[in-house]
Nanobody, 116 residues
Framework: VQLQASGGGVVQAGGSLRLSCAAS????????LGWFRQAPGKEREFIAQ????????VYSDSKKGRFTISRDNANGTVYLEMNNLNSEDTAVYYC??????????WGQGTLVTVSS
C-alpha cells in the first residue's frame, strides 16, 4: 500500500488544520492507519491510530481533545483534524499503515508550521 499525505501548510496559533492521507494499492494485512509527527531535533512521535472499520481509535494522551482521526474507506483516505494549534505542533506529519504490531508503510510527510 502507498500512502500520500497532504494538507500541511502555515497556520496561525490557535487555528485549525485538516490533514489527509490517501491510501492506494491493497494489502489486506495492513489494517490500522495512523498519524505520527516529527518536530525539528526531536524523535518521531505517535499521534493516533484508527482501525480498518473506523470504529476504534487510539490517541496519544497528550493529543486527546485537540486531534481527531477519522477515515473514509470509500475513497481510501484517513484524516487528522487538528485544533487550537500552537508552536509546539510545528512538525512534519506522517501517515502510516500497521501490519500486526508494526508500522510498515509510511507516507512522505507533510509539513505543518504554526506561526505565532
Amino acid at each position: 500500500v502507498q500512502l500520500q499525505a497532504s494538507g500541511g501548510g502555515v497556520v496561525q496559533a490557535g487555528g485549525s488544520l485538516r490533514l489527509s492521507c490517501a491510501a492506494s494499492g491493497h494489502n489486506p494485512k495492513i489494517t490500522n492507519l495512523g498519524w505520527f509527527r516529527q518536530a525539528p531535533g526531536k524523535e518521531r512521535e505517535f499521534i493516533a491510530q484508527i482501525s480498518s472499520s473506523g470504529r476504534r481509535t487510539v490517541y496519544s494522551d497528550s493529543k486527546k481533545g485537540r486531534f481527531t482521526i477519522s477515515r473514509d474507506n470509500a475513497n481510501g483516505t484517513v484524516y487528522l483534524e487538528m485544533n487550537n494549534l500552537n508552536s509546539e505542533d510545528t512538525a512534519v506529519y506522517y501517515c502510516a499503515g500497521k501490519w500486526g504490531s508494526a508500522w510498515v508503510a509510511w507516507g512522505q510527510g507533510t509539513l505543518v508550521t504554526v506561526s505565532s
